[in-house]
């Protein structure tokens, strides 16, 4: 039992090295919410870790606790469900929020951050219990949009695509 307790442990900081690894340059300045440039500038994730990295830790993080058995494509979509009602409380009765949230707390954005991460992961590991290449599905979504909402036709408006048609 000592021996699986270390594997366990070694593997938990394995993953925090990797993740340790993976994690984003600090932005170079705050978003202060008063610029057209802040909110113009365009956001960038960093490079790693990648979708198919995080795949593969979440991958073996449910392989090594036996959670497969549970995650059927329809238990997984319940968990994610769940987790985007958490993410929705957050902005739940606030208004109106700012590009950068810049009227946030640093314990409210952490709360996000973990909130959009769950949100994330489920979707990653919903995915994957549905063998669906979520990055060649979205590129080929991409592509969709592009042809469903020409620039010509709805630059500067919100209306659906059925109302231009």
């Known amino acids: 039992m000592q021996e699986m307790v270390s594997t366990s442990d ?14 984003p340059p600090p932005p170079k300045r705050p978003l202060n919410g008063d610029s057209r440039e802040d909110i113009d500038r365009d956001f ?3 490079d790693r870790p ?3 990295e995080l795949h593969a830790m979440h991958t073996r993080f449910v392989k090594d606790r036996d959670w497969d058995q549970f995650h059927s494509p329809r238990n997984v979509l319940l968990a ?18 700012p590009v950068g949230l810049t ?7 952490t709360a996000l ?24 599905a979205a590129l080929q979504k991409l592509a969709k949009n592009e042809a469903k909402y020409p620039i010509d ?11 231009y048609q």
């Open 153 to 163: 036709k709805v630059f500067g408006s919100s209306k659906k695509y059925t109302e």
């Open 10 to 23: 070694n593997h938990a900081v394995n993953v925090a090295q990797e993740v340790d690894e993976c994690q």
């Open 103 to 109: 009227d946030w707390s640093a314990k409210e954005r």
């Open 80 to 97: 994610l469900v769940g987790e985007v009602g958490e993410l929705a409380e957050l902005f739940q009765w606030r208004g109106e929020c």
């Open 113 to 136: 951050e973990e909130e959009l991460s769950d949100c994330l992961i489920y979707l990653l590991r919903l995915a994957d219990r549905c063998r669906v290449d979520l990055p060649a």
């Open 50 to 52: 990648t979708l198919e």
């Open 44 to 46: 960038k994730f960093s």
